[in-house]
């Protein structure tokens, strides 16, 4: 298949791209380095050295028969070049991880809060039209978030992928529906989430194009088969206070001797997911595309939920680390049951690499190996939901 992956310089798109072309697909990859930027900005880094995408796709296409190709290109604000691109390479599918990722940039001030909606809501709008414009049969590929659920809105129950069965009351009686699961975004990075579930809802039944939303949890890990194979394709690993995920952080603090820096009491339970299972998840999805005319095809791109706490005691378990209790920075619920219907992955045969296998790779591989590049004043959070 011929595949766009846009977004494909960053920690997810760049494995993914690496795992697509590995497997015999054409990949072009476009991308504004905004992510490299935004460290610069904040003054930090990805704790692995990583080249530059140039040199990445160099020492690729060295490796594999099938060569990436690479286009800097701003699908925000560079619309026509987007719509031409996509008319010239007639793309397969195309797979969207563009967006500003994190939520605490999102929340961090005025500016990082209307860049974030602009980016994200207009570099989704623009692929929408740009693919109705080609009149191309493309299969779009979206990276969503667990966040657009809330955490456990549905208490008891499983969340489930994408839609959720509901009785009305109407003056004429009940009448039962099966609608979007409720949005309940907790940052402005969720909200632009949910918004992009809008934008689905309408270009699936005003122009059939068929899209595929993945609900992704929290990534964890850095290194796939493939970016194992030469040191200048290593994946980034974020682990500053804005970018850095939770479980990545907590590695990455075990292997500096830092405290884990828990939010709160650590009663937040969250959905998480390794990079590995991510890249094939993807796979599965391109290879699985809804058909012409059908509502948006949704997938919970999960493989387990945990407590913050247990997941700061298995790394303490194994490393030692001190755990350190924060008055948390963000408005979230300090305590949360998740239960998460991830059916749909499995069903087509994701294999789901568990913590327990995955966590001592990560921390002798990754975290101490590179924990001579952590710059320590990014390490606390600096944003916060209420200024
Ligand atoms: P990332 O920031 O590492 O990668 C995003 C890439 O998109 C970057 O290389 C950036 O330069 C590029 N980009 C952003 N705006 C662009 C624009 N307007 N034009 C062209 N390129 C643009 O983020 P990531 O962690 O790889 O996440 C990828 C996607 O997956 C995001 O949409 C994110 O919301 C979603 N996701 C990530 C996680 C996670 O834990 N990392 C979890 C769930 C969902
Ligand atoms: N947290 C800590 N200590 C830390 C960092 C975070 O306790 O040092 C807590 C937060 O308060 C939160 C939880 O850990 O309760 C998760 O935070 P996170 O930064 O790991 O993840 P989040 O902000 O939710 O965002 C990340 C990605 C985003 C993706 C989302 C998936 O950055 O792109 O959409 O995970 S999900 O969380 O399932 O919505």
């Not at 088969?225 to 394709?233: A, C, H, Y």
């Not at 680390?321 to 045969?349: C, H, M, S, W």
Request: proline share 4%; net charge positive; charged share 25%.
């Amino acid at each position: 298949m011929k595949i766009i992956i846009l977004g494909g310089d960053g920690f997810c798109g760049w494995p993914t791209s690496l795992h697509l072309s590995k497997r015999g697909h054409e990949i072009l990859i476009l991308d504004n380095l905004s992510r490299r930027k935004i460290d610069d900005e904040l003054g930090t880094n990805s704790l692995t050295p990583i080249v530059s995408i140039q040199e990445r796709i160099k020492v690729w296409n060295t490796l594999n028969p099938k060569p990436i190709t690479f286009k800097k290109i701003d699908i925000a604000q560079d619309y026509q070049a987007l719509e031409a691109l996509i008319k010239n390479y007639k793309p397969d599918a195309i797979v969207h991880f563009a967006e500003q990722r994190s939520a605490p940039y999102s929340m961090k001030n005025t500016v990082t809060k209307t860049y974030t909606v602009n980016n994200n809501v207009q570099a989704t709008h623009n692929l929408l039209v740009a693919i109705t414009q080609s009149k191309l049969d493309i299969h779009l590929v979206h990276l969503g978030t667990m966040g657009v659920y809330g955490y456990g809105w549905t208490g008891a129950n499983p969340i489930p992928e994408g839609y959720v069965n509901v009785e009305l009351i109407t003056r004429k009686g009940k009448l039962k529906k099966e609608i979007l699961h409720p949005a309940n975004p907790g940052s402005v990075y969720h909200l632009t989430k949910t918004l992009d579930q809008l934008m689905f809802g309408f270009y699936t039944k005003n122009d059939q194009l068929r899209i595929t939303d993945l609900h992704q949890g929290i990534v964890w890990g850095t290194q796939t088969k493939e970016t194992k194979l030469d040191k200048r394709l290593i994946n980034r690993f974020d682990y500053d206070g804005d970018y850095g995920t939770v479980l990545n952080r907590f590695l990455m603090q075990a292997a500096i001797k830092h405290p884990l820096t828990i939010y709160g009491k650590g009663l937040q339970t969250r959905a998480f997911i390794h990079i590995n299972n991510t890249v094939k998840c993807i796979e599965i999805a391109i290879q699985n595309p809804p058909k012409r005319g059908e509502r948006t095809s949704i997938f919970n791109q999960v493989t387990e939920t945990q407590r913050l706490i247990d997941l700061a005691k298995m790394i303490q378990k194994r490393t030692n680390a001190k755990i350190q209790y924060l008055e948390n920075p963000r408005r979230e619920d300090a305590q949360n049951d998740l239960v998460v219907d991830n059916t749909r992955f499995l069903e087509l045969g994701l294999n789901p690499t568990t913590l327990n296998e995955g966590l001592m790779e990560e921390v002798s591989e990754i975290a101490f190996k590179y924990a001579d590049r952590v710059q320590l004043d990014t390490i606390y959070p600096s944003s916060k939901w209420n200024n």
